[in-house]
């Protein structure tokens, strides 16, 4: 694909409106409802999610709009809490109401004909407390395993799933098959792939048999015990996070185009410059010593049991990693030696080995696993599936039609990689030299390089499927079996 450097600009600005005009075409034409999460949602400011308004909606959708005294006082003060903050607590509730309204209500009124609902509601509501209070328990008490999660799993997955997608190519280049298109699926790559490294996912049927009993498994786990001897209420809570949650999110970020639009978002705000602030006043400004110390001053919330530890073992798949994608052992062989060396000796001193172990606990805290986060995806969910906060109206999302559809996403995002590449930041030169970025040629192929690895929807979907395997095996340590037998004891 020749994209000249004279044409960038007017190359990016037409395939944008190409792209807009696709997306507009799509939504006017779409005539059938999909059951997957729309990747395209409404603006956030068309959306209200202001506490005392879904307070009221889960008011209104759990137990109807008039309040007598049993429920109002029920609402008000027995509602149980479901975590340590309230704002996701009530962010939580009426995700788990409108789900309750279009997915549950109908089928205990037409299917069961038991009349009032309010004493169901209630069992389902203390049943939801009791999970979410699990769940978080769990993941507090496994925040020193996704540590190990970020610099170990994540980073050992990643390295082997791309190098099992150069290998297969390397393969069959060596039989003499060339793969010309660049953003179309390859049956041939892709049955090779499937066949060599699946695991046995060999097809959406395997895969959502293996998620369902991975579920059914997670379930177990997190019911309360009177509860996990009744089929209907385990059947009733892996549907709800099988059927309704993780199958719909999980479909709706495998395919090519939407990582290829990830990619090209977060190329745009890496290559974005940082705004420099106007003003800053002499009591918000800090002095490069005070930088130093908060620095080392580690506090005691992150402090790692000595069991859980960093051993310098846990850093070599993180180093492979970053090796892979930057090619450092090559470019600067000394430098990349040496910082292992120094990582070596330094991880075999008590002191410094707990005090990168907190550092990096404190990064994980403070940046992924705090309460905003998870706000912003109950809010997201909930925008995605119910955008009036009523019935529930999945839209479809945008799927290309044809291939000059996706061809105009592949080339957008391509143009927004190249970009990136081509810039003169400190941050591209980490991948890509200084010398290979005045190389068009050069840019182009690492760019080509980074899209293709995700161009295969089916390969996409068995990593994020392992990604969630090691997420949920950190959070579950029991679920970390090597045999049949337990894994039939969990199920009992």
Request: glycine share 2%; aromatic share 12%.
């Amino acid at each position: 694909m020749d994209h000249s450097g004279s044409k960038s600009t007017f190359l990016q600005k037409s395939i944008k409106q190409r792209k807009l005009g696709l997306l507009k075409q799509q939504q006017q034409s779409s005539q059938q409802p999909s059951a997957q999460l729309s990747s395209n949602p409404r603006k956030k400011t068309e959306f209200n999610d202001d506490i005392e308004y879904l307070q009221q909606l889960t008011q209104e959708l759990l137990f109807g709009t008039i309040e007598t005294s049993e429920t109002k006082r029920f609402t008000e003060r027995n509602l149980p809490p479901l975590t340590s903050s309230n704002d996701l607590d009530v962010r939580l509730y009426a995700l788990f109401a409108l789900l309750l309204h279009n997915f549950v209500y109908e089928w205990y009124t037409k299917s069961l004909k038991l009349g009032s609902r309010d004493e169901f509601t209630k069992e389902l509501v203390f049943l939801f407390a009791h999970i979410s209070r699990n769940l978080q328990e769990r993941i507090n008490s496994a925040d020193d395993e996704f540590i190990r999660l970020i610099v170990t799993d994540i980073p050992y997955l990643l390295e082997k799933h791309f190098e099992s997608i150069q290998e297969v190519e390397c393969m069959l280049a060596r039989d003499g098959y060339e793969d010309t298109n660049e953003f179309s699926t390859n049956e041939i790559f892709v049955n090779e792939w499937m066949m060599r490294f699946s695991d046995g996912l060999v097809d959406d049927e395997n895969i959502a048999t293996y998620r369902r009993l991975l579920v059914k498994s997670v379930v177990c786990l997190i019911l309360p015990h009177e509860n996990i001897e009744s089929s209907i209420s385990r059947e009733f809570v892996t549907s709800l996070l099988d059927g309704i949650v993780l199958k719909n999110v999980v479909e709706s970020f495998c395919d090519s185009f939407v990582i290829w639009d990830i990619i090209g978002k977060i190329c745009v705000k890496m290559s974005s410059q940082p705004k420099k602030e106007i003003e800053i006043s002499a009591t918000r400004r800090k002095s490069s010593i005070h930088r130093i110390l908060e620095f080392f001053v580690i506090d005691e919330k992150f402090e790692v049991r000595t069991e859980n530890m960093l051993e310098f073992a846990d850093f070599i798949p993180l180093f492979s990693f970053v090796n892979f994608l930057t090619l450092f052992d090559f470019r600067f062989p000394i430098l990349f030696t040496f910082l292992q060396v120094v990582l070596q000796l330094m991880m075999k001193v008590g002191y410094f080995k707990r005090f990168i172990s907190s550092s990096i606990k404190r990064v994980v805290c403070e940046k992924a696993l705090k309460f905003k986060n998870a706000e912003k995806l109950i809010d997201l969910l909930r925008h995605m599936m119910f955008p009036e906060d009523d019935r529930c109206q999945m839209k479809p999302r945008y799927i290309p039609q044809n291939e000059n559809e996706l061809k105009a996403i592949y080339d957008f995002n391509f143009a927004e990689v190249v970009k990136f590449l081509s810039s003169d930041s400190n941050l591209s030169r980490i991948f890509i030299s200084k010398y290979e970025a005045q190389n068009p040629t050069a840019v182009k192929a690492k760019a080509k390089d980074t899209m293709q690895m995700f161009k295969h929807r089916q390969i996409n979907q068995i990593l994020i499927q392992k990604l969630i395997d090691l997420t949920i095996a950190r959070i579950f340590p029991e679920l970390q079996v090597r045999d049949t037998v337990s894994m039939f004891r969990i199920h009992q």
